[in-house]
């Protein structure tokens, strides 16, 4: 019979060895959302051995639209366990730990460091700032992606360094008007699309293939078709992974 993984198996450059690395790693994955309903499915069908799962969220009706993760009557259930449960089901090699908690000071450090990436599917600035200061401060690689009505983007920040997210989007008191999906509406094909990518750079990022997205960033508009890479560079001073 065939195997899960042969696929993969047959791809250049993709052997036993990345996926040994894949069967070790532990993702934290933060938001199981939009974003994290396509990262989660994608990391547990190509066997990441750990998943974190953390949202303090539940599931909501008007989630179903883009959460693709979660069945219709999953309503009321709190989305990381049933995020949880849903990736058991896809690939019961994979562990699956949900944390019904939203990410704070007093967990971020605790979770990031148990993690070989963290993977921000996250959609409000403070998390997204807090997070990328973790990663950072741990060491760890951060893969990001973020969406915005019909538009999405997704980078990687490398293990310690730069440019990460508070290099291209500045101090948080800039992003006071973020849209939210609630007020501003979100393109459900679109997270699809980020949330593939992210997971694609992940699995990268844990087996070394490829060339992810640093010093880059996908950006991605689902009206028009475009689908654009282009440079970004660290900034010297940012307070995050600058010299200060």
């Known amino acids: 019979m065939s195997g899960r993984h042969d696929r993969h198996l047959a791809l250049p450059g993709f052997g036993a060895a990345q996926l040994g690395r894949l069967r070790a790693a532990s993702a934290l994955v933060v938001g ?141 008191e800039q992003l006071s008007g973020w849209p939210t999906a609630a007020a501003d509406g979100v393109f459900g094909p679109v997270c699809g699309v980020v949330g593939a990518w992210a997971a694609a750079e992940t699995v990268k990022v844990i087996t070394g293939l490829g060339d992810p997205l640093v010093s880059r960033m996908l950006l991605v508009d689902a009206l028009t078709g475009e689908t654009l890479v282009i440079p970004v560079q660290a900034d010297p001073d940012c307070p995050a992974c600058g010299r200060r």
């Open 32 to 172: 199981a959302g939009g974003l994290g309903a396509p990262v989660l499915t994608y990391l547990a069908a190509a066997g990441v051995g750990r998943l974190v799962i953390v949202d303090d969220d539940v599931v909501e009706e008007a989630n179903l639209s883009r959460q693709v993760l979660f069945a219709a009557d999953a309503g009321g259930r709190s989305k990381a366990a049933a995020a949880a449960e849903r990736v058991r089901a896809l690939n019961p090699a994979v562990e699956a730990r949900a944390v019904a908690a939203r990410l704070g000071a007093d967990n971020v450090a605790a979770l990031v460091a148990v993690a070989d990436v963290v993977v921000d599917c996250s959609d409000n600035p403070p998390t997204r700032y807090r997070l990328n200061r973790a990663a950072l401060a741990a060491g760890r690689p951060l893969v990001w992606g973020a969406i915005a009505q019909f538009c999405g983007r997704c980078a990687v920040t490398p293990a310690g360094r730069g440019p990460c997210w508070e290099c291209l989007f500045g101090p948080q």
